[in-house]
């Protein structure tokens, strides 16, 4: 027998309870696109200071870059989409051009021998459309390279970093383009050591102060006191003898240096783990380069 839904839902109570369907209507789904050129970051320490670059990155997707949709001789946003961003957290050199610690904005003038790197006020700017010279805090000659391979997608990043010293890279198509970037770790960081090892701080950094003076061809006298002080200390961590031998072979004390590393050397073969194997190769290696 078949029901109307008018005559079913008419006769569906109980009690005082109406039994009935709703059907509501589903909101249509988010759907998220990829984005033409997906937004990138990152952070870099040199040596102590930190690098933040954030930005967009197109791809080639078989266009001609450089000439054709990057114009020569022109002002680029050095991506897409927002200008890109730099920030450093100390000052800093690019191709010898001193840079205040801050954050800013980074555009480029593209040419096929030479490239202009702006570093600019940050003005939260999209595009290069509101560039405005005379917020220009520095402009900087950058020679372009060839990779030996196609880039795809543009990209900026830091390579060959060491303490006081990096390079700061973009590269797209087939050019790259490097700018040395230079850190003043001595003189930021001197000031500040010998003032924690003149104090009366019972927790000062003996070993780290030690090798710091060490790999920065400092006073290698005060290197051996410090790195004798934190040998003091912990007696049991034996690769501190290790870092003594390392420091008493650049005084050019060999006797000594064989000394602090065979008792480095002890330490080690009673070692467990990785690290036992590690350091009797630097022990002995060492002694050896000083036989």
């Known amino acids: 027998m078949i029901i109307s839904t008018a005559r079913f839902l008419s006769t569906a109570l109980v009690g005082t309870t109406l039994i009935a369907a709703t059907v509501s209507?589903?909101?249509?789904?988010?759907?998220?696109?990829?984005?033409?050129?997906?937004?990138?970051?990152?952070?870099?320490?040199?040596?102590?200071?930190?690098?933040?670059?954030?930005?967009?990155r197109p791809s080639m997707r078989g266009r001609v870059i450089f000439g054709g949709l990057v114009?020569?001789?022109?002002?680029?946003?050095?991506?897409?989409?927002?200008?890109?961003?730099?920030?450093?957290?100390?000052?800093?050199?690019?191709?010898g051009t001193s840079i205040d610690a801050g954050a800013y904005e980074l555009y480029t003038i593209p040419g096929k021998g030479s490239w202009t790197v702006i570093i600019h006020k940050d003005s939260s700017a999209w595009g290069a459309y509101t560039y405005?010279?005379?917020?220009?805090?520095?402009?900087i000659q950058a020679k372009p390279t060839a990779t030996s391979a196609p880039v795809e997608s543009f990209a900026i990043g830091v390579s060959d970093i060491r303490d006081s010293a990096a390079t700061l890279f973009l590269t797209w198509e087939?050019?790259?383009?490097?700018?040395?970037?230079?850190?003043?770790?001595?003189?930021?960081?001197l000031p500040k050591i010998e003032a924690v090892m003149a104090s009366n701080s019972d927790?000062?950094?003996?070993?780290?102060?030690?090798?710091?003076?060490?790999?920065?061809?400092l006073d290698l006298d005060k290197a051996v006191t410090w790195i004798d002080a934190a040998i003091a200390a912990k007696p049991d961590v034996f690769y501190y003898s290790y870092h003594k031998?390392?420091?008493?072979?650049?005084?050019?004390?060999?006797?000594?240096?064989?000394?602090a590393a065979e008792k480095s050397l002890e330490g080690a073969r009673k070692a467990k783990g990785p690290i036992r194997e590690e350091y009797i190769r630097l022990?002995?290696?060492?002694?050896q380069s000083l036989k």
């Open 245 to 259: 031998a390392r420091i008493l072979a650049k005084k050019g004390d060999k006797m000594g240096a064989i000394a």
């Open 203 to 217: 927790k000062k950094p003996y070993a780290q102060a030690a090798l710091f003076y060490f790999d920065n061809n």
């Open 71 to 95: 114009p020569y001789n022109e002002v680029w946003r050095t991506g897409a989409n927002q200008a890109t961003k730099i920030k450093f957290s100390t000052p800093v050199k690019l191709n």
């Open 132 to 139: 405005d010279s005379k917020n220009d805090v520095a402009r």
């Open 25 to 56: 209507a589903q909101a249509p789904a988010k759907i998220e696109f990829p984005a033409a050129s997906p937004a990138a970051s990152f952070k870099q320490t040199v040596g102590i200071t930190d690098i933040e670059v954030s930005y967009h």
């Open 174 to 189: 087939r050019v790259r383009v490097p700018l040395a970037l230079e850190v003043d770790v001595k003189g930021m960081l």
């Open 283 to 287: 022990n002995e290696k060492l002694i």
